[in-house]
């Protein structure tokens, strides 16, 4: 098992690739204390790992408020007894607008987004170097390495999850902790709506749609469970010579 005896945190767990990601992690072997905001959901995550045979805790938190984050991470670590493995997966897609921009909701964005990452990270830090070492992933995106013109908050965010990860594979290296990013393309999750719903009018988003899926050669988008192996093999010592890496799990999006 690739994560077999570590303990593992993984944030915004309760959906998605992090729901994917706390039963794959717990498949091969970690202890995953899954976070969230959704108790409901999230203890049914949880739930379903221990019917399964694997190790999970849930613990809830708004991590767009960065004292709940910092001491929810704190309160993980202290549950599982250490720490080997982050995932960083919270965030949000953020206003469309540039224009008029809701700042209350682009200051959430770019809190879920980069700052709730980064507190993770530095709380995360001093637990892997007691046990001398870990791996840290973020949840970056595509629209971290190219820009994305219908979501241009959420793209800079994600450029700067990006940034963050290559800054703190050199910070975090002599302390044995490599710090990479997953950059999902377009997914089956409850955001892929949001995303393809940036028009004003139903044939706008049609014709959004049809230009997003011909831009993916492989013509369909992700399945959760895509990205969460991507985010497993990272922190795998599988990836042991990989630190500072933005691995795009995207169907050929950024080859072209």
Same mark, same amino acid.
């Given at each position: 098992?690739?994560l077999?005896? =570590? $303990?593992?945190? &993984?944030?915004?767990?309760?959906?998605g690739? +992090?729901?994917?990601?706390?039963?794959?992690?717990?498949?091969?072997?970690?202890?995953?204390?899954a976070?969230? &905001?959704?108790?409901?959901?999230?203890?049914?995550v #949880?739930?379903?790992? =221990?019917?399964?045979? +694997?190790?999970? &805790?849930?613990?809830? !938190?708004?991590?767009?408020?960065?004292?709940?984050?910092?001491?929810?991470?704190?309160?993980?670590?202290?549950?599982?007894?250490?720490?080997?493995?982050?995932?960083?997966?919270?965030? &949000?897609?953020?206003?469309?607008?540039?224009?008029?921009?809701?700042?209350?909701?682009y200051?959430?964005?770019?809190?879920?987004?980069?700052?709730?990452?980064?507190?993770?990270?530095?709380?995360? !830090?001093?637990?892997?170097?007691?046990?001398?070492?870990?791996?840290? %992933?973020?949840t970056?995106?595509?629209?971290?390495? #190219?820009?994305?013109?219908?979501?241009? #908050?959420?793209?800079a965010?994600?450029?700067?999850? %990006?940034g963050?990860? =290559?800054?703190?594979?050199?910070?975090?290296?002599?302390? +044995?902790?490599?710090?990479?990013?997953?950059?999902?393309?377009?997914?089956?999750?409850?955001?892929?709506?949001?995303?393809?719903?940036?028009?004003?009018?139903?044939?706008?988003?049609?014709?959004?749609?049809?230009?997003?899926?011909?831009?993916?050669?492989?013509?369909?988008?992700?399945?959760?469970?895509?990205?969460?192996?991507?985010?497993?093999?990272?922190?795998?010592?599988d990836?042991?010579?990989?630190?500072? #890496?933005? $691995?795009?799990?995207?169907?050929?999006?950024?080859?072209?």
């Amino acid at each position: 098992m690739r994560l077999g005896g =570590k $303990l593992a945190i &993984i944030t915004a767990a309760a959906s998605g690739m +992090g729901r994917a990601g706390c039963k794959l992690f717990a498949e091969n072997g970690a202890t995953v204390a899954a976070i969230d &905001i959704d108790r409901e959901r999230l203890e049914q995550v #949880v739930a379903e790992i =221990k019917a399964a045979g +694997g190790r999970a &805790i849930a613990l809830q !938190a708004d991590l767009s408020s960065p004292e709940a984050c910092k001491d929810v991470m704190k309160a993980a670590i202290a549950e599982l007894g250490g720490l080997d493995v982050l995932w960083a997966h919270a965030g &949000i897609p953020g206003p469309a607008a540039v224009e008029d921009v809701d700042l209350a909701e682009y200051r959430r964005a770019i809190d879920l987004n980069i700052t709730s990452a980064l507190i993770c990270a530095g709380e995360a !830090a001093p637990a892997m170097r007691a046990r001398n070492g870990g791996a840290i %992933v973020f949840t970056a995106s595509v629209s971290g390495l #190219v820009g994305s013109p219908a979501s241009p #908050v959420y793209s800079a965010a994600k450029f700067g999850v %990006v940034g963050l990860a =290559k800054s703190l594979a050199q910070r975090f290296a002599p302390d +044995g902790i490599r710090v990479n990013a997953v950059c999902p393309g377009l997914t089956e999750t409850p955001m892929k709506a949001v995303f393809l719903g940036r028009s004003d009018d139903d044939e706008g988003r049609e014709s959004l749609e049809r230009r997003v899926m011909a831009s993916i050669p492989l013509g369909r988008v992700a399945r959760p469970e895509e990205i969460a192996h991507g985010a497993l093999w990272l922190a795998s010592d599988d990836a042991s010579y990989v630190t500072g #890496v933005a $691995l795009p799990v995207d169907g050929g999006y950024t080859s072209r």
